[in-house]
């Protein structure tokens, strides 16, 4: 590749274009593109991978069964810059992918596809880059049964699971650091409630401790709190006020962090906190294929979180024209545990003061049994 263009592409980075966030554009085979991918080919040839991934300087992330990470030091800030502008430039596109536009989208020839995003939609220096891969194998159902695939199938029921019956007689019997470290390892949509400095952060910070280390995590977050020591996590930054210039569009809003999030293979989201319309886009986020997920809002106890969840779903122009039952019904069958969280006014001590966990109250409406 002439080192002019390889020059021109990066010096040009701010005028290239962007793709729009609702859809993948599909790349032509080109050779900047190709030459700032040549670093990935390794795995790329490897029909075992799925996923590849960098979070920060040097170091790819790569899923087969599970994630690994390799130090690849030509991999940085700045070759990832290169291969969003190219892929960006040979869009064609009218806006470009710069700070007012930080999320980009692509498909390559061989349909993988790749999600970038730039400041200010992640954190300062860094670039987070996502590259599925389309799975190659194709395997008859007999192999599939033949490899342990079917092992264990039952048919579905509506009956109460044995983690749920522990998880019921943890909090029964009053043992909440057990039932809440388990809460999460079993995987459960939890929601913290309370008011303005009654401990949320600090909360879902400590249950995050209780994550498998090699699990993906990405934030969602307006100012980052959540500092996390598992090694594999992006934290996306959101601004609902921020418009781009000369728009009353955002830059980036939680709505567009949320629907980037499912593009770059999340094993966990954390919301931090829900103020509007994106609880509707949390909670599909939640029911397609993610569970697990940790959030806040605000609410003097569970009844008035959820309750709170309505009208923010409601704040959407999708979700204004749902049915208020509907709604209802999406939330108690998407949100596992509220746990309401309170600051003594006389002490000053935060407590957890009440925990909602209700799976019988889930599969009756699941049934159609009960409206909640």
Same mark, same amino acid.
């Given at each position: 590749?002439?080192?002019?263009?390889?020059?021109?592409?990066?010096?040009?980075? %701010?005028?290239?274009?962007?793709?729009?966030?609702?859809?993948?554009?599909?790349?032509?085979?080109? &050779?900047?593109?190709?030459?700032?991918?040549?670093?990935?080919?390794?795995?790329?040839?490897?029909?075992?991978?799925?996923?590849?991934?960098?979070?920060?300087?040097?170091?790819?992330?790569?899923?087969?069964?599970?994630?690994?990470?390799?130090?690849?030091?030509?991999?940085?800030? *700045? +070759?990832?810059?290169?291969?969003? %502008?190219?892929?960006?430039?040979?869009?064609?596109?009218?806006?470009?992918?710069? &700070?007012?536009?930080?999320?980009?989208?692509? +498909?390559? @020839?061989?349909?993988?596809?790749?999600?970038?995003?730039?400041?200010?939609?992640?954190?300062? %220096?860094?670039?987070? #880059?996502?590259?599925?891969?389309?799975?190659?194998?194709?395997?008859?159902?007999?192999?599939?049964?033949?490899? %342990?695939?079917?092992? !264990?199938?039952?048919? $579905?029921? #509506?009956?109460?699971?044995?983690?749920?019956?522990?998880?019921? +007689?943890?909090?029964?019997?009053?043992?909440?650091?057990?039932?809440?470290?388990?809460?999460?390892?079993?995987?459960?949509?939890?929601?913290?409630?309370?008011?303005?400095?009654? !401990? @949320?952060?600090?909360?879902?910070?400590?249950?995050?401790?209780?994550?498998?280390?090699?699990?993906?995590?990405?934030?969602?977050?307006?100012?980052?709190?959540?500092?996390?020591?598992?090694?594999?996590?992006?934290?996306?930054?959101?601004?609902?006020?921020?418009?781009?210039?000369?728009?009353?569009?955002?830059?980036?809003?939680?709505?567009?962090?949320?629907?980037?999030?499912?593009?770059?293979?999340?094993?966990?989201?954390?919301?931090?906190?829900?103020? !509007? +319309?994106?609880?509707?886009? #949390?909670?599909?986020?939640?029911? $397609? !294929? *993610?569970?697990?997920?940790?959030?806040?809002?605000?609410?003097?106890?569970?009844?008035?979180?959820?309750?709170?969840?309505?009208?923010?779903? @409601?704040?959407?122009?999708?979700?204004?024209?749902?049915?208020?039952?509907?709604?209802?019904?999406?939330?108690?069958?998407?949100?596992?545990?509220?746990?309401?969280?309170?600051?003594?006014?006389?002490?000053?001590?935060?407590?957890?003061?009440?925990?909602?966990?209700?799976?019988?109250?889930?599969?009756?409406?699941?049934?159609?049994?009960?409206?909640?």
């Amino acid at each position: 590749m002439n080192s002019t263009v390889l020059k021109s592409l990066e010096t040009n980075l %701010g005028t290239a274009g962007r793709f729009p966030n609702a859809e993948y554009v599909p790349l032509q085979d080109d &050779a900047a593109v190709q030459a700032y991918l040549a670093p990935y080919e390794q795995w790329r040839e490897d029909p075992r991978v799925t996923e590849i991934a960098v979070n920060n300087d040097g170091r790819v992330w790569v899923y087969t069964n599970q994630w690994d990470s390799y130090n690849v030091p030509q991999i940085n800030q *700045h +070759s990832l810059l290169s291969l969003g %502008g190219a892929i960006a430039t040979y869009t064609n596109s009218a806006q470009g992918w710069n &700070a007012a536009y930080p999320i980009l989208s692509g +498909s390559l @020839k061989d349909n993988s596809r790749i999600q970038l995003v730039m400041e200010p939609g992640v954190l300062r %220096g860094h670039v987070s #880059f996502t590259l599925r891969q389309p799975s190659r194998a194709r395997i008859s159902l007999k192999e599939m049964g033949e490899q %342990g695939m079917f092992q !264990g199938t039952t048919q $579905s029921t #509506f009956a109460i699971k044995p983690h749920e019956k522990e998880l019921l +007689s943890l909090v029964k019997s009053g043992k909440i650091i057990e039932f809440l470290t388990k809460a999460v390892q079993y995987r459960q949509n939890i929601v913290l409630s309370g008011a303005t400095g009654s !401990g @949320k952060t600090t909360v879902m910070k400590a249950l995050v401790d209780a994550i498998d280390p090699g699990e993906r995590i990405i934030t969602i977050e307006d100012a980052h709190e959540l500092s996390l020591t598992q090694p594999n996590v992006v934290h996306l930054l959101y601004d609902n006020a921020k418009m781009r210039p000369g728009s009353d569009t955002p830059v980036l809003s939680a709505k567009d962090a949320l629907l980037s999030c499912l593009r770059m293979k999340p094993d966990r989201i954390l919301l931090a906190e829900m103020r !509007g +319309s994106e609880c509707l886009y #949390f909670l599909r986020a939640a029911l $397609s !294929g *993610h569970p697990g997920t940790l959030t806040s809002c605000h609410g003097e106890n569970p009844a008035m979180a959820y309750e709170q969840m309505m009208m923010m779903v @409601k704040s959407d122009p999708v979700g204004a024209g749902l049915d208020y039952n509907v709604i209802k019904r999406l939330i108690h069958l998407t949100v596992d545990i509220v746990v309401q969280i309170e600051v003594d006014r006389h002490t000053g001590q935060r407590r957890v003061v009440e925990i909602d966990y209700n799976p019988q109250r889930k599969y009756a409406i699941a049934q159609g049994k009960d409206h909640a």
